[in-house]
């Protein structure tokens, strides 16, 4: 059974049931109306004719002016004695009781009764009154006296038939609107199915599903996070041809190199050790190319490993400048700008090693005779570290993509001349800071040098040595 159906029988069934007790209800209601009024007639009815009933020496009841008598139209009554004999009926042709069970009860009773006489079946109200004689409560006879139900019943039946059929009716209606409306509802779902079928055919996450109705409704809710899923999936297949490509393009050339020697060695009859050298410098790249990798592969899913700590940020930096002394060769200016004490919780090492890459990579960018000046200082609740070099700055349409993995998007910054860069370091410090709770930002004009912005959260009490798996962070590049 469709969705749609479904919906159509839910509705249908929900209007039938609410109908269903509002009938009972009206039909209860009406019913006990007209009893009530039954019932007040028979009970006046009884005490019209109980002034006029009388018990003789003998005990032998009897009728006062029975001829006065003015009942309502449609009345009957009748008085028994004691051995159920007839001493008076309004009616002569029906000599039977009017309640034959009723008549045996020694309190005054309302019941229901089926009269067959010869004037016909008659469905009659009956109230039944016994009449008690002397302190012991001796019963005397009864008073009975009905009222026919053939106009109530009638009315009953109508109002019977009113209610099933404009239930019926109702529910017909409700149904076919419930399909109908259900059916533009649940429209635009068949176009998301038609379009994730043709995605899975073609494999084609370039199309979305297009919707007029409004945006803020649930299946516009829906589509629009169907679009959006498809958005991202499109980007990370991207990402992941992109990548592949590549590491295949970075594991290529190591290869090559190697493979190039090996034949040469070969050729040779024996061991070159320049030729040693060159393997043994491109193994290295393959080693740390595919550390880099897993070490993203880890900050990615949320499963690197820290050594959290207290650590001194401002003595951290000044250690790390001083090993990049050694590589501006005298050629640049790499300065200390302000400085103040920091405290963070975090991996000493991971954080060393964001600062030798962000440094090393001003120095390598930064023209002879530049500058690259490193600042660290507090801002609020957050420690934050700006390194900034005199280079030729990143393309604006650049700076969205320096995150991702193997991204060069400049000639300028190109790989490094001894084999180093992969296109990895900025990635793997952005994954560092982002599983320490904090925040990398870059801001560079063409010409005019880049500052790379560093913020981590200053350390509190609760800031304890241990060994955790980081929290995974945003999985989007930035």
């Known amino acids: 059974m469709s969705l749609r159906t479904r919906l159509a029988v839910l509705y249908t069934s929900i209007v039938g049931g609410i109908l269903f007790l509002f009938g009972t209800a009206v039909y209860g209601a009406v019913s006990f109306s007209l009893i009530s009024q039954v019932d007040g007639l028979l009970q006046n009815t009884v005490e019209q004719i109980w002034p006029n009933i009388y018990v003789d020496s003998q005990g032998i009841l009897g009728v006062r002016n029975s001829p006065d008598l003015e009942l309502a139209p449609g009345l009957l009554f009748q008085i028994w004695g004691r051995q159920e004999q007839l001493i008076y009926t309004n009616t002569p042709q029906i000599i039977t009781p009017l309640d034959s069970i009723g008549i045996e009860y020694s309190e005054p009773v309302f019941r229901y009764s089926t009269l067959n006489s010869t004037i016909g079946s008659v469905h009659l109200r009956v109230i039944t009154v016994p009449m008690v004689i002397g302190a012991g409560g001796r019963k005397a006879g009864s008073l009975q006296v009905a009222s026919s139900l053939a106009v109530i019943d009638t009315t009953q039946l109508a109002l019977l038939w009113v209610l099933v059929v404009g239930s019926v009716s109702a529910m017909g209606i409700a149904g076919i609107a419930g399909w109908m409306s259900t059916r533009q509802a649940l429209a635009p779902l068949e176009g998301v199915t038609q379009v994730a079928t043709q995605i899975t055919k073609a494999d084609d996450l370039s199309r979305r599903i297009p919707y007029q109705g409004p945006s803020d409704d649930e299946v516009g809710q829906l589509i629009q996070a169907f679009n959006q899923t498809l958005g991202r999936l499109e980007n990370l297949f991207n990402t992941q041809r992109r990548f592949l490509a590549d590491v295949g393009h970075e594991l290529r050339t190591p290869l090559t190199v190697i493979r ?24 290295d790249r393959l080693t740390r190319l595919v550390g880099d990798l897993l070490l993203l592969a880890q900050a990615e899913s949320g499963k690197l490993p820290l050594n959290i700590r207290l650590v001194e940020l401002d003595t951290l930096l000044l250690d790390v400048m001083q090993q990049m002394r050694v590589l501006t060769h005298n050629r640049l200016n790499l300065k200390l700008g302000e400085i103040d004490q920091v405290l963070v919780c975090g991996d000493q090492d991971r954080l060393k090693q964001v600062f030798v890459n962000l440094i090393g990579n001003a120095i390598q960018y930064t023209p002879e005779g530049g500058d690259v000046v490193v600042s660290i200082g507090k801002v609020g609740e957050r420690g934050r570290v700006v390194i900034t070099d005199t280079g030729q700055g990143i393309p604006q349409e650049d700076l969205p993509h320096i995150f991702e993995r193997f991204y060069r998007g400049s000639k300028s910054r190109t790989r490094q001349k001894d084999g180093k860069g992969y296109g990895l370091g900025l990635s793997i410090a952005y994954w560092i800071i982002r599983n320490h709770r904090g925040q990398i930002d870059v801001d560079s004009q063409p010409g005019m040098g880049t500052s790379f912005y560093v913020w981590l959260p200053l350390a509190h009490d609760d800031c304890v040595t241990s060994t955790t798996e980081a929290a995974q962070g945003d999985t989007n590049n930035k």
């Open 260 to 283: 190039g020697n090996v034949d040469l060695m070969r050729r040779m009859g024996g061991i070159d050790t320049e030729s040693m050298d060159s393997i043994e410098n491109e193994v």
